[in-house]
């Protein structure tokens, strides 16, 4: 998972999705998961994740990803999310770990190439 945003601000992260198959990506389904999920691994659930979106999208290379965004600011620099995913084949869910840096600190401080906690995902 890449984070784009900073806590404070609206979520924006990114996860690429690979060794998906056309098949599996038009039945894909989404979303983050409810807070029942995240008290079954007993993970907090933050409420700025309540109504948050998550879009199946490809790049300019047509490589699939998901983009998740929230309409409400995060308001701890510790954010754990977990990802629910359905498809034709089956289901599951994801979790990430993900610490936020404070607005303007990583566009001034981290070299351009480097992605905080950057992952791929494979469905198998």
Do not use: C
């Not at 784009?4 to 098949?23: M, P, R, W, Y």
């Not at 989404?30 to 199946?56: H, M, Q």
């Not at 770990?97 to 791929?120: E, I, Q, V």
Request: no cysteine; glycine share 4%.
């Amino acid at each position: 998972m890449t984070v784009k945003s900073s806590f404070g601000e609206l979520l924006h992260a990114e996860i690429d999705l690979l060794a998906v198959s056309q098949d599996e990506l038009a039945t894909l389904e989404v979303r983050v998961a409810n807070p029942a999920a995240y008290a079954e691994r007993n993970i907090a659930f933050d409420p700025a994740l309540t109504g948050a979106r998550v879009e199946v999208l490809r790049r300019a290379d047509r490589q699939p990803y998901l983009k998740i965004t929230s309409d409400r600011a995060i308001s701890e620099p510790a954010l754990d999310l977990v990802v629910e995913v359905t498809w034709s084949g089956g289901q599951l869910l994801r979790e990430y770990a993900t610490f936020m840096d404070s607005p303007g600190y990583a566009a001034d401080s981290l070299p351009a190439k480097h992605h905080r906690g950057a992952s791929r995902w494979r469905m198998t």
